[in-house]
């Protein structure tokens, strides 16, 4: 068992930056593979944002956000933050952080590689 809860996500002015973070609990933290951060918004499919594996460091962006975000990991925490910088109306979303339990080819790109799912936290920007 994995709990997940985000925290960080508001309503903010296109231009700022926010810092999300995820922090993960329950007896099975141990046997987490890697954290993602997805966001989704009505309408559209979910996206990865990006993914940092907890047992090796070969972190992975998604396209939307690339060069915008920055994910880390503090492991005295177990919690990953996410941090996104310059922050468009596009952005808007509710963004969710997910534990991966499992290997597939050690990507995790996909939301179905992920079991455990936070409840997710709104990111709203306005001009």
Request: charged share 20%; proline share 2%; net charge neutral.
């Amino acid at each position: 068992q994995v709990q997940l809860l985000e925290s960080g996500g508001g309503f903010v002015q296109a231009g700022t930056s926010l810092r999300l973070s995820c922090a993960a609990s329950g007896r099975s933290t141990s046997r987490v593979y890697a954290t993602g951060w997805f966001r989704q918004t009505p309408g559209k499919e979910r996206e990865l944002v990006a993914n940092i594996p907890w047992t090796y460091t070969n972190i992975i962006y998604g396209d939307s956000l690339k060069g915008r975000v920055t994910i880390s990991r503090d492991a005295t925490k177990n919690t990953v933050y996410l941090q996104m910088n310059n922050l468009t109306p596009e952005d808007t979303a509710v963004y969710y952080c997910a534990a991966a339990m499992t290997d597939y080819g050690g990507h995790w790109k996909e939301a179905w590689e992920y079991e455990y799912w936070g409840r997710g936290t709104q990111v709203t920007v306005f001009s």
